[in-house]
Each structure stands twice: as C-alpha cells, then as structure tokens.
C-alpha cells in the first residue's frame, strides 16, 4: 500500500492540471482525461481494460514485457480529444515528487496534441 489512496492521487493529479493550465490553458480537462490505477501485480489487466475503453491503439505497444508495470509510475495516454493516464497506486514518492511526475505526464499529454498530427 502506498502513502496515498486513489482519491488523494486522483485530487493532486487534477491540482497539478490545474497548475499547469493556469500557465498554458492546455484543453486538457478534468471533463477529457480518464485516470486508470495500478500496482504491477494487476498493472497488465488495467492496463488492457484501459486501453480497450479508451485507447485501443495502445494495445498494440510492448506492454507485456517480464516486469514493466514496475518500470513507471504514471503514463500518458492520448487519442482524439480523449487524455488518459495510469498511476500506480503504490506509489511512495514524496508530495514535491509526485506534482513532477503528474506535470511530467501531463506534459506528455500536451505534447501530443500539439506536436502529433
């Protein structure tokens, strides 16, 4: 078990949104962007119903390599208009870490879909 529940991963990923769309007025909202949870031990079936619902594209990456659900703590997704991400639940880091590691994924969001065509 982590530091944090869902619900307090869920509010300081949606306080980190807010963050940085107070700076760049991104698009990406709470209203558009789903967030899945996971730990490694179930991180495969999370991570094939999230995609299925939301991000079928992302079914065809490497995902069922020996131990990657142990290699991240959040990842992004993103597919027409739609912004997803996974966060592992058994997350420990430190509050400071955690707002990087939301404002990381969430520049990945942005990057995509503004860099992507």
Known sequence: M????EQELRDIFFDALDFFNDALDSGITRDNTVLAFFTPENGLDV???FCREHFPKNLDEDYKAEGYFQTFAAQAFWGKGQ???MIRADIDFPLPELHRV???EISHLFC???EIE
């Open 2 to 5: 982590g530091r944090y529940t």
């Open 47 to 49: 991570y094939e119903q």
């Open 112 to 114: 995509c879909e503004n």
């Open 102 to 104: 939301f404002l990381h």
């Open 83 to 85: 912004y997803g991400v």
